[in-house]
């Protein structure tokens, strides 16, 4: 059934990750109130900027916008279902709570513009026209993926569809990204490069050395830090000498922003400032947005170094839920609209499950096709 925009609580169905109850500050590891309180004002404030934002945007652009960040939602939802029936096999990052990145930031791309990512790429994949059925059959490893079955959860991939990946190691990408926008730049395509990475990259000397060149280089890209606030049980107050990553960028003297990633129309405004630099003036940007994720790592992450408080206090600025208030107080959808979009996604999701359910595992003479290393 779908939501109704002011049932908060009950929007992310997904159990959060398990807390280990030793860090919580109550007893028997409930919710602190007073922090969940604390993040509903902060909640408040952010709505008035965003019913702003909404009224300048149009309403199948913002009805386009919800649908992917609901669909993600719900196909990750899924995939965690399956992954515990044991139809998704290896590693398997979800993206859930950090959905208002991908859609704010690639929602404002020209389809021709090109994405690279780390391995928390679903979501990212399907924004970019991979569909909800190649990247299921993906995830099960089977023939019908977008890589035949021989990329799994962490390699989703389409030239097609200028999505390049789907990376494993961390900041990996950053390299690769840079070299992609070089590429446009010497080819005079007009494509813009968005390439995103985790906290965690930043402290890699990839992230540096491509930054550098990049400005040095003017090249046409946006380079996004998804700030989900941990790499894997390592939070980033344990692992960074400073908080302020976008300033980062100041070393090269680089454009850069801070985001809240909980709101998908401020990550909308800010990236159409930074690909608008990036295709009119050929120069980059960093773009920090700060989220946070909902679930584990992965699936196999037993979450034992982050609180219940936390999830919770995150968890009141569902991104989703954010949007859906702001979109039903601007006049723009009703519970119906909402109702509708939850169907389709819902719809999308199933008819995913079923394709990859049916679709055959890969020929054994494909097993060393397409493999370069
Ligand atoms: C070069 C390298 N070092 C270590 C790892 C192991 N590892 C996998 S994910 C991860 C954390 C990365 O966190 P972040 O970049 O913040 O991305 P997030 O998982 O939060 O999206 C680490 C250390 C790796 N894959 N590659
Ligand atoms: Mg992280």
């Not at 199948?60 to 515990?84: I, P, Q």
């Not at 946006?222 to 344990?238: F, L």
Request: glycine share 8%.
């Amino acid at each position: 059934m779908a939501k109704t925009a002011t049932s908060r609580k009950a929007e992310t169905k997904t159990k959060a990750a398990p807390a280990d109850g030793s860090k919580t500050s109550t007893k028997n590891g409930n919710v602190d109130f007073a922090v969940v309180e604390l993040a509903k004002a902060e909640y408040q404030k952010r709505r008035k900027s965003q019913l702003e934002a909404i009224k300048k945007t149009d309403k199948k652009t913002l009805r386009a916008m919800l649908y992917e960040m609901v669909l993600g939602r719900r196909f990750e939802e899924k995939c965690a279902e399956v992954y515990r029936m044991g139809k998704i096999g290896g590693f398997c990052h979800l993206y859930i709570g950090q959905e208002a990145i991908a859609v704010g930031s690639m929602m404002a791309l020209e389809s021709t513009d090109t994405v690279i990512t780390a391995y928390r790429d679903h979501v990212q994949a399907m924004i970019k026209g991979i569909t909800p059925e190649a990247v299921m059959a993906e995830l099960y490893g089977k023939e019908g993926g977008c890589v035949k079955g021989k990329g799994g959860s962490m390699h989703m991939f389409s030239k097609e569809h200028g999505f390049y990946g789907g990376h494993g190691i961390v900041g990996g990408q950053i390299g690769v990204g840079t070299g992609m926008a070089y590429a446009a730049k010497y080819q005079k395509t007009g494509q813009v490069t968005l390439c995103f990475f985790g906290e965690a990259a930043v402290n890699q000397g990839i992230f540096h050395e491509s930054l550098n060149m990049a400005q040095l280089w003017k090249l046409p890209i946006v380079y996004i830090c998804e700030n989900n606030q941990y790499g894997m049980g390592t939070s980033q107050e344990r692992a960074m000498s400073t908080r302020n990553i976008a300033k980062k960028a100041e070393a090269f003297e680089m454009a850069n922003e801070f985001v809240d990633g909980m709101d998908v129309m401020a990550v909308r405004d800010a990236s159409i400032r930074a690909i608008e630099r990036a295709r009119k003036k050929s120069e980059p940007t960093l773009l920090e947005i700060r989220a946070y994720r909902f679930m584990g790592h992965s699936m196999s992450d037993p979450g034992n170094y982050r609180t219940r408080e936390e999830i919770a206090k995150y968890q009141e600025r569902d991104p989703i839920v954010l949007f859906k208030d702001s979109l039903k107080e601007s006049g723009v959808m009703t519970d119906k609209d909402f109702e509708k979009i939850e169907q389709e996604a819902m719809d999308a999701t199933e008819k995913a499950i079923k394709f990859a359910d049916e679709s055959p595992y890969p020929n054994e003479s494909e097993l060393l096709s397409d493999v370069y290393a």
